[in-house]
């Protein structure tokens, strides 16, 4: 079993939708947790990042964490074409960000 | 563009032979990390450099080695390939991570 499971999708949604994007894990110690976005033939781009348990809002995006289930989303509201990617979870136990983890992606279609 | 160059942008190359990539962090950055993404395993962490010396070490085979150097640009050497270190090679700086676009390695 994966450390962090993430659905692969693809995911498609009508442009305007409310996207939501979830990955659960199992390692207790993570406390770091990122979104990144990642466009073909591109890097992963940060989205997000919080720290333990709570909500951070960003523009259309808002990040959830619940750590008492081990589980992590990403809202996007009013999803526009554009943020048609893959979205990619990440944490990490230790400071520093050292040997981040990844989910695999979601893959996400917004249709016009 | 977040900062993190990475060159070369492709390399094909044929098993056996030895290729290295290099990476600047952004500016001001002591840390650089090595990620590799190939289809089946997602990002996985390969090594950390902090300030030129080893910091940490993930799944990094050992016919793979990095090194940082004094102007803190860091190069990813591999070597002895084999067909399923055909990848993107990534590398990343700063907290959190920023990633540059890559080198996808393709060997044949």
């Known amino acids: 079993q994966k450390e962090v499971e993430q659905d692969p999708g693809p995911l498609s949604v009508p442009e305007g939708a409310i996207v939501s994007l979830n990955c659960t894990y199992s390692?207790?110690?993570?406390?770091?947790f990122m979104w990144y976005r990642q466009y073909s033939r591109k890097g992963p781009e940060l989205l997000m990042y919080t720290y333990s348990s709570g909500n951070k809002e960003d523009g259309r995006f808002t990040a959830q964490v619940d750590k008492s289930s081990k589980y992590i989303s990403l809202f996007i509201r009013d999803s526009q074409p554009s943020d048609s990617a893959t979205y990619l979870c990440?944490?990490?136990?230790?400071?520093?960000?050292?040997?981040?983890?990844f989910g695999t992606g979601t893959r996400l279609l917004v249709s016009p | 563009d977040s900062g993190v160059t990475q060159t070369p942008k492709h390399l094909i190359t044929a098993t056996g032979q030895r290729v290295t990539l290099r990476c600047s962090p952004r500016s001001g950055d002591l840390s650089v990390y090595w990620y590799q993404q190939s289809l089946d395993q997602g990002l996985q962490f390969l090594i950390q450099y902090y300030n030129g010396e080893e910091r940490a070490k993930g799944n990094i085979l050992e016919r793979f080695s990095a090194q940082q150097f004094p102007d803190l640009h860091s190069e990813l050497n591999l070597s002895s390939l084999e067909l399923g270190d055909s990848a993107l090679y990534f590398c990343?700086?700063?907290?959190?991570?920023?990633f540059g676009n890559g080198t996808r390695l393709t060997v044949t």
């Open positions: 990440a944490m990490s136990a230790a400071t520093g960000f050292q040997k981040l983890v």
């Open positions: 990343a700086s700063s907290t959190p991570l920023h």
């Open positions: 390692n207790s110690a993570f406390q770091y």
